[in-house]
């Protein structure tokens, strides 16, 4: 077992509190930071090789430093807290169980890149969360942490708590500052960036929640230690959610260096003695890997290398009695479902793939169903304005091309030869 | 001002310049939906994609601007293959109702699909249903199956005309194009988005359904509304007269000019066309005496009138032109009312029974297209403030002969019973335009005007923009442009000029009146020029007219 990082206070219920989290020795990376200055804390993030735990896996310290120099306007902080990812529930731990976590971490972001207001955006399901972090950042005020002349420094800084409304697309970060600013969910296309024109119209940092809560442990014992613990690339330990056919699903944390096999065992392995036969390792987003490929590490390069992606460290373990057809209509559903619309690929695509999926569970499937699905895709591979669709091609692609036989067998058969009958009734979204 | 290559063609275009618009210069179309010019940028269509060199993959033309040494590709294989792909998924839900959908002919799903697209069609599935014939505004009619959400319309709603009745509601294949609640799209501007739907979601109810767009012919012209002066395409039926109730003009389309209107304009000017093939119409000179009408030929009707002229003298005339007319009828008019006979009373100005509608976009509350021409070219009495002194003198009983043009004084911003008691106190009334009205059942000799769609010449907009307006359809039975009119008249009574066409009468004007120096009729083009400011010029003055 790896020593806790991001999970320290999991454990700690009092760590909800200001004075509990303060007594761990809270706050004192912020004490720390506010000395280091905004070029000492970037250069221990650089240092620390983290990257950025939403699901891109973009290095954190390049972010902040396409902040431009010259500027006239704010700079925003935006923290990403629409974890909506399916398989992905670690930002709802760190929400309810270390909220002052978050806090310093927002904070100390916020004083290297020199922003002064920072937003949270929640997901609107998260309504727990979002009141128990309401609450520290009240305490966080009351106490003077947040606010103006914060611990003597001179540095002011406000927090904005706003909550979503349910949709996935406003987890993407356009899309996000989008909502934020009160208008319909939808990305902006690009460019400009948001680190050049982002939350109205300033330039701004979007950052998961898990990334800034990386934030404060690396200013207190340094880069060179967070990035020991991780990968040649990758810094650090992460957050993962595994969940699915496992014994002990639940949140655990692990270098970004570990295997997936490890990191299955560690959930106690597949549940009720089956086999394995897939595991989505990154969030409903990454391709699947079979039962034969988990001997990977799960940093943003190993999965990369593996052909998926670490995304947002939602691990999905699919046992034998999986079916992969089945399985991928109801990812399909999903995308169908959250395409926000607005550019054609994705708003026509996710909606016939999400069909066709439909029409081989119910036995009407046609033999070119499945190089139809495959070459839908890999067309509209990077074609769209956000990252939102190419994330849906993950799973078209790869549930078909590594469970091939399976559609095969549906579409020849009308049925299922995992599973004697189709489950799921078939509808729309 | 950057300089880049398209397609191995090198082209410079000022910074700023996207790579539609910059392909657009060396005539290279890159096939779009969602980019206008006149809109913020959507990038939502996906179809403008080009290669750039040394990029991993193609990118949307719309949303990049052209830079120095870029080098772009709008015909690679990938592009063309993603072209063709983005045609199949615009078209999968697309309900293919083309037999019964008026944009059929003008539609771009159609024109893309033949140019780009061309594939095999693979989608089995049922599509999406939505609704379709949906009133959205007293203009505009929804089907929004055949909507492929490119948001023009709600961009145009958001920015042109800033009231954003439109959205798009829903989400992913369910995307809906609809109204806010509470609303209705009635703002004075609403049929533009008509035009600029690029497919057969937003249709025009007064045209729906009365012909087929490629039975029509269009003609180049300008809006008669107002003084603004859009430049519009006429476009007329005449091949199928079965279709469209007969009428020969069955819709105005906004034509582009950047000095005037840009791709706009406003639902009056556009629904306004009405009069052209009304049963008001005139169509044949005519002499009314003793309660019988009887019919004219215009040799007759043109001695009739002249006989009028020289019996009432200049102290007996009335003259009451209108800025409906063209510079060339009011610069014939000039010649032979003010220069040769030396009429004391007349003028053009007869204020409107109510003030018109204007606003910061495009209209203008001077509901004539000519008014700033008829001022230039010398009419209008100095220190009245309209007309009125022409009717107070036939109130007086000083004139025996009234001439009105398109006027209906009976219904205009004068006292009605001091309008009736001026009619009857003429002798003669003479009423010259293309529709009947009140006024012009109580004139003794009627002449029948070419309506604007029917005759060609030019007029002078509320900016000082001299535009031409061509002929689209003929003149309905015996009717003739004013000018014509006007020329005929003054030969009868012993006097000529040049100009037996439109193009001369305007060259003599441009010749003689100094707002107009330099300008030609042929070098007036499409667009139009603007006449010479009085700073620069001599003061414009009628007085100052060389003779």
Redesign the interface.
Known sequence: MTEPVLSRNFDRPEARTLAGYQAGGGYEALRKALGLGPEGIAAEVKKANLRGLGGAGFPTATKWGFIPAKRTGPVYLVVNADEGEPGTFKDRYILERDPHALIEGMLISAFAIGCHTSFIYIRGEYVEPWRIFSEAVRAAEAAGLVGANILGSGFDHRIIVHRGAG?Y?CGEETGLISSLEGK?GWPK?K?PFPAIKGAFGQPTVVNNVETLAAVPPIVTRGGEWFAGLGSKTQGGTRLYSVSGHVARPGVYEASVAITLRALIEQAGGVANGRRLKAVVPGGSSAPLLRADEIDVTMDVDGLRNAGTMAGSAGVVVMDETTCIPDALHVVARFY??????????C??????IY??TG?ILAGKG?P?DPD?IVD?AR???????CAFYDGAIGPYISYVEKFRAEFDHHIRHGACDVRPTPARRVGT? | MPKLTIDGQSVEVPAGTNLIETARRLGIEVPHYCYHPGLP???????C?VDLEKA???T?AC?TQAADGMVVMTQTPRVL??RR??ME??L??HPLDCPVCDQAGECWLQIYYMQHGLYEP?????K?HKPKAVPIGPHVMLDAERC??CSRCVRFCDTITKTGEL??F??????ELGLFPGTTLDNAYSGNVVDICPVGALTDRDFRFQARVWYLDRGKSVCPGCARGCNIEVHTNTKRAHHAQGRRVVRLKPRFNAAVNQWWICDEGRYGFGEVDAPSRIERPELREGGTARTLTWEEAVAAVADGLRAAGPEGTGVLLSSRMSNEDLWLARRLFGDTLGVVHADFRVPPRTPGSEDDLLRVADKTPNRRGAELIGWGRAGAANGRHVLEAARAGRLRLLWVFDHDLLDSGWPRAEVDEALARVEGVVFQGPNANETSARAHVVLPSAAWVEREGTWTNVAGRVQRFWRAVLPRGDARPDWEILGAVARALGHDWPGRRAAGVFDDLAARVPAFAGMSYRTLGDEGADVVPPAEGRPIDARGVAP
Do not use: F, Y
């Not at chain 1, 169908?336 to 690929?345: D, R």
């Not at chain 2, 693979?122 to 049922?126: A, E, S, V």
């Not at chain 2, 829903?170 to 995307?175: E, K, L, P, T, V």
């Open positions: 949709a697309i319909k296309v460019p169908a479902h959250e395409s926000c619309g607005q550019c054609t690929p708003r026509e695509c996710t909606g016939w069909k066709i029409r046609v070119q139809t839908v067309r509209g591979t990077g074609s769209t304005i979204h | 940028i959507a990038g939502a269509c996906r179809l994609m991993p993959r193609p949307i949303n293959e993603l792909s983005v998924w615009h999968i839900n693979r989608m089995i599935d049922d999406v492929i959400l959205g798009i829903n989400r992913g294949d369910h995307s």
